[in-house]
């Protein structure tokens, strides 16, 4: 799925491992609107992105960080900031 | 409790050598009276498939892989129920979040000096695809004491394996795998929760 591109205010988001598997894509370029929260991207992202990543995003384990700061799903959102979707960890 | 902790974390796809690595340490650290360290080696089996994981879940979800479009997925449907490590893993594949991990890296060293009386750490994380035997992770701590360089380099180890933006892919006989947080893991790294 080609990412979306504009020229307005954006959020940058990525994916990685199982979820840029899922997504087809690592990143992904979103709309940014006011009074965003990580929330309400996921709700934009649906219909965007292959239903299997947003199910994930919706009803597995996944945490997320803004701009590669831990973060909580209700977080607010400024233009430009990066939101990563992280799935289980697993160094070592 | 030394003032400051000389920290060094590198997240890389080359290999390390062990006594390079130990004598970097041992200079940034004069004042050490030990240093202790733990290298992490790729295994040729499967990884025990979690019991309780949500990750083995959605793993094997009817349905899931099939809306994945990813054809090496298919073959993970068949682990559910398995209790053992048969199968033999082709190699694995770690991948990270550049940036955030040598980040979160510094917080579990910063966290490590809080709790323990350590001079220096010296962190190695390799990514990319590695084989059977293959080195992947190096943790050493250089204390004045052996017992808070025992101590901090497990506190290290069991943070990196749960709390580092670090995933590992699983590729071999039974078809390809992301593995989770480990229910042990998990275990380990809850045990220094105060």
């Known amino acids: 799925m ?3 591109v504009t020229g307005n205010a954006m959020i940058k988001v990525l994916f990685f491992a199982r979820l840029a598997e899922l997504a087809h894509t690592d990143s992904y370029n979103a709309d940014y609107r006011d009074a965003m929260t990580v929330r309400v991207l996921l709700d934009d992202m649906d219909g965007k992105l292959p239903q299997a990543l ?36 697993s160094g070592g | ?33 030990a240093i202790v360290f733990f290298v992490g080696l790729v295994r040729d089996l499967y990884e025990r498939p979690s019991t309780s994981g949500l990750e083995a879940i959605a793993e094997n979800e009817p ?38 991990t040598e980040a979160m890296c510094e917080q579990i060293v910063a966290e490590a000096k ?7 750490v010296q962190i190695v994380h390799r990514v990319g695809k590695l084989y059977a035997g293959d080195q992947i992770v190096f943790v050493a701590v250089a204390s004045r004491h052996r017992d808070e360089a025992f101590l901090a380099s497990q506190f290290i180890m069991d943070y990196l394996k749960t709390r580092a933006t670090i995933w590992k892919k699983e590729v071999g006989t039974r078809g390809q795998k992301w593995l989770g947080v480990k229910d042990k893991d998990e275990y380990a790294a809850k045990r220094w929760i105060k």
């Open chain 1, 54 to 89: 947003i199910d994930y995003l919706k009803y597995d384990v996944s945490m997320i960080s803004i701009n590669k700061v831990m973060a909580d799903w209700d977080d607010s959102l400024e233009d430009s900031d990066e939101i990563a979707f992280l799935p289980p960890f």
């Open chain 1, 2 to 4: 080609a990412n979306q």
């Open chain 2, 1 to 33: 409790m030394s003032d400051t902790v000389v920290g060094e974390v590198r997240i890389q796809e080359q290999d390390f050598d062990l006594a390079q690595e130990y004598r970097e340490l041992q200079l940034r650290s004069p004042q050490a009276g």
């Open chain 2, 63 to 100: 349905g899931r892989s099939g809306k994945s479009g990813k054809s090496g997925e298919s073959g993970e449907s068949g682990e559910s129920g398995e209790s053992g490590e048969s199968g033999q893993i082709d190699y694995i594949e770690l991948s990270h979040y550049a940036g955030m």
């Open chain 2, 114 to 120: 809080q709790r323990c009386d350590i001079d220096a």
